[in-house]
């Protein structure tokens, strides 16, 4: 079964305090990662796709990388408005469509 | 810019009622979710659609759930009867195709059931 872990649950940070969220699996056959951001009472908001070991992508102040067993996403010099929880998810085996999401990290930045 | 509408954003209801969400996705997704989403936990898929036909349905509960998208185009997930269990925030997402594709999510239904 395929199985995604986040870590932290929660991270609070002070402005400007760099870090990094982790996300690992469990699949058979990665076909793709994904993280979103998910602000209270709303729905996740697409953020990366990674499709194999070694890929990085970078969105202003997020760079999400991928290995054959994790995923981090690295938050540099983050601000208040960064504030959100951070969903992983992972999209595995023969046609199979369907995203596992993580349990997700709650990140608070504070001014 | 192109986003997925879903309705109500927020329904209470009492146990042993029936309720009704929709979803539109975006134009030329052929690919549609639902997922739930309990509190402090990430979304679960629901169902699935491809067109108009169902492609994964094996974690909708059956015995009270049901979801159509008739002509292939929005989409309506029921409950009924509702229970207290089943409060949630239920989510609808749309892709361009089933593979590999990003999963555009709307903002969701919130559900409190009495």
């Known amino acids: 079964e395929d199985q995604v872990t986040q870590s932290p649950e929660a991270l609070r940070l002070q402005e400007g305090e760099s870090s990094s969220l982790n996300c690992s699996y469990t699949?058979?056959?990665?076909?793709?990662l994904f993280w979103y951001r998910q602000d209270p009472g709303k729905g996740p908001e697409f953020l990366f796709t990674?499709?194999?070991a070694g890929e990085e992508k970078e969105k202003e102040r997020l760079k999400a990388t991928l290995t054959k067993k994790e995923s981090f996403l690295h938050i540099t010099a983050p601000k208040p408005e960064d504030s959100a929880t951070y969903l992983c998810?992972?999209?595995?085996?023969?046609?199979?469509?369907?995203?596992?999401f993580g349990q997700g990290t709650r990140l608070t930045i504070n001014p | 810019e192109a986003e997925v509408a879903q309705s109500p954003r927020y329904k209470i209801t009492e146990k042993s009622q029936a309720v009704a969400f929709w979803c539109d996705p975006i134009?030329?997704?052929?690919?549609l979710y639902w997922y739930r989403q309990i509190l402090g936990q990430g979304p679960e898929l629901l169902v699935q659609?491809?067109?108009?036909?169902?492609?994964?349905d094996s974690q909708l509960p059956k015995d009270r759930f049901s979801a159509e998208r008739l002509k292939g185009v929005d989409s309506t997930l029921k409950i009924q009867p509702a229970e207290l269990g089943d409060s949630a925030m239920y989510l609808c997402?749309?892709?361009?195709?089933?593979?590999?594709?990003?999963?555009?999510f709307g903002p969701g239904t919130r559900l409190t059931v009495t």
């Open positions: 997402a749309s892709s361009l195709g089933l593979y590999s594709y990003e999963q555009y």
């Open positions: 699949v058979s056959g990665l076909r793709g």
């Open positions: 990674l499709y194999s």
């Open positions: 998810a992972v999209q595995a085996g023969q046609g199979a469509q369907k995203l596992v």
């Open positions: 134009s030329g997704h052929a690919t």
């Open positions: 659609f491809q067109d108009e036909s169902v492609v994964d």
